[in-house]
RNA sequence: GGGUAGGUAGCGAAGCGGUCAAACGCAUCAGACUGUAAAUCUGACGACAAUUGUCUUCGGAGGUUCGAAUCCUUCCCUACCCA
C-alpha cells in the first residue's frame, strides 16, 4: 500500500490524498461503506461501482463466524468469494469486544467470546486475528484493540491502552513474520484508544506511532461522548500522527461529522449511518435528513433530493418511497441505501475537489447551511 | 320458528364484580440509530387539560350493588347448527 498527500488545505489541516492498494486507488479523504457480512447490507456490487466505490469494510468475528475461515480460505479470500474487485478493509473483532460486551472475557492474551449465533466459545488473540485476516486478504488489516465504552473511568482506560499497546505489538510482529496466504499486498494500521483523555489518547498515539504501520486509527470514539469533544479529540490526536500515513477515523460518523474531522485532518471513515438508517427510513439529503416514513410525504410526488443526483433521487418520488416503507418493501431499502451511500461518497467527491481547489472551509459552510437548514 | 356461540377503543382480541381508560397484536403517528447480534429499537395511540388531572366508554335501554365491561331483565345485531 502507498498513500501519497496530494493537497494541503491552506485554512485547516483538511487535505487529499491518494492510497493505492492491490486492488484499487482510493481518493482520499474517503467514506468507506461497512459491509461487515460479504456484503453491504441492501446494495448490489454493481450500484457500489456505479457511485466509484473503491473500498468497502468487513469484519473478522462476524466472517470468522459465517461462513467461517474455512470456506473463506477454500474461496481463496473474501474478494474472490463475495466478487469484491476493489480494496477492502477489515475490522479486527476488536469493536465486537465493545459492542457484544456481555459475551466476552478479556485477558492479557486474548479475548474469549460467545458467539452471539449459538454461544459457542472462541479465543481470538493478536496473532489469530491476523491470520484470519490474511486468509480473508484484505487489503487494509486492523489489529485487535479494545474499544471501551463511553464513559469510562480514567484507571480502567489507564490499563486498556496498555493492552491495546501490547496486542498491537504482537498483531505487527506477527504480521511481519508470518506467512501470507497469497502475493497480494497486504498492510496493518494500528488503533489508538484513551478515550477522551488527553494524555492517555496522546500517550496511546506517540506509542503506536513508533511502530512502522501503515496507517493509523483513532477507535473508540463516537461511542456516545459529546460531538465537540470527539472533535477536539481528534483535532489534537492529528497533530500527533505522521503526515505522510493515513488517518482513520473508526466508525465515524454523520456529514457533518465527516466535514468537521476531514477540517480536523482525518482521511478515512467508516460508518454504519448511511446504510443502517436506509433501512430505517432516514435519508440524507442536501437539505438535511429525512423520515421517509413521515405522513408528510403521503403526496409529495418531489424527488427526496434534488441537488445529491442519484439513481434514487433521479427516478422516484418522496411518496413512492414511502409507500414502499409503510409497505414493507424490500425495494424501498435497496433505493434508500443507494441514496444513502450515494449522498456520502457524493459528499466525500465534494470535499476532495474543495481541498484541491482550496476552499474547503467555504464548501463546509455553504453545504452545512443547507443541510442543517 | 328452535338451538348454540358471540357483540370490548380504527381493526383483531384478552378481561368476566373493585387494583379497567381497559392486556396483547395489527394499523396509525413520532423519535432514535456513529469500527452493524439492528429491514431494528423506543414512545404515543378514547376525549380534553397535554407531569400527578378531569370527562365520556366495553351493542341499546332498564335494573341489582357502596361499586358493573364483568351479575339480572329486555330489545337489537352477527355467525353457525336444527327445522
Not at 78 to 94: Q, V
Not at 200 to 207: D, G
Not at 265 to 280: E, K, W
Not at 290 to 315: H, M, Q, W
Amino acid at each position: 500500500m502507498t498513500f501519497s498527500v496530494l493537497s494541503n488545505s491552506s485554512e485547516s489541516k483538511a487535505r487529499s490524498g491518494k492510497i493505492e492498494t492491490a486492488h484499487s486507488i482510493i481518493e482520499t479523504p474517503v467514506f468507506m461503506p461497512v459491509g461487515t457480512m460479504a456484503n453491504v447490507k441492501a446494495i448490489e456490487h454493481r450500484e457500489l461501482h456505479e457511485i466509484d466505490t473503491r473500498i468497502i469494510l468487513g469484519n473478522t468475528y462476524h466472517l470468522f463466524l459465517r461462513p467461517g475461515i474455512e470456506i473463506l480460505k477454500n474461496a481463496g479470500g473474501l474478494h474472490s468469494f463475495m466478487n469484491w474487485n476493489k480494496s477492502i478493509l477489515t475490522d479486527s473483532g476488536g469493536f465486537q469486544i465493545f459492542s457484544l460486551s456481555k459475551l466476552k472475557k478479556v485477558t492479557d492474551e486474548g479475548v474469549e467470546f460467545s458467539s452471539h449465533l449459538n454461544g459457542d466459545k472462541y479465543f481470538f488473540t493478536p496473532e489469530n486475528v491476523i491470520d484470519y485476516q490474511k486468509i480473508i486478504g484484505s487489503d487494509i488489516m486492523m489489529p485487535l484493540d479494545e474499544c471501551l465504552p463511553y464513559p469510562t473511568d480514567r484507571d480502567v482506560v489507564k490499563e486498556s491502552i496498555k493492552l491495546t499497546l501490547k496486542w498491537e505489538k504482537r498483531c505487527y510482529d506477527y504480521f511481519c513474520n508470518s506467512k501470507n496466504e497469497s502475493d497480494v499486498e497486504q498492510s496493518l494500521f494500528s488503533i489508538s484508544q484513551g478515550s477522551t483523555y488527553e494524555d492517555l489518547r496522546k500517550q496511546s498515539i506517540e506509542q503506536l506511532c513508533e511502530i512502522d504501520f501503515d496507517g493509523h486509527a483513532l477507535g473508540g470514539l463516537a461511542v456516545g461522548e459529546e460531538n465537540s469533544l470527539m472533535y477536539d479529540v481528534v483535532d489534537f490526536s492529528t497533530d500527533l500522527l505522521p503526515v505522510e500515513k493515513p488517518r482513520y477515523l473508526m466508525g465515524v460518523g454523520t456529514p457533518v461529522d465527516l466535514l468537521e474531522c476531514v477540517e480536523r485532518g482525518i482521511d478515512m471513515f467508516d460508518c454504519v449511518m448511511p446504510t443502517r438508517n436506509a433501512r430505517h427510513g432516514r435519508l440524507f439529503t442536501t437539505n438535511g435528513e429525512i423520515n421517509i416514513k413521515g405522513a408528510r410525504y403521503k403526496n409529495d410526488f418531489n424527488s427526496p433530493d434534488t441537488e445529491c443526483k442519484t439513481y434514487t433521487s433521479e427516478n422516484f418520488s418522496l411518496a413512492y418511497l414511502r409507500h414502499l416503507f409503510i409497505s414493507k418493501e424490500v425495494l424501498g431499502i435497496q433505493l434508500a441505501t443507494i441514496h444513502n451511500v450515494g449522498f456520502y461518497l457524493k459528499l466525500m467527491k465534494d470535499i476532495r475537489s474543495a481541498i484541491e481547489e482550496d476552499r474547503f472551509l467555504s464548501f463546509k459552510k455553504e453545504f452545512l447551511k443547507n443541510y442543517l437548514s
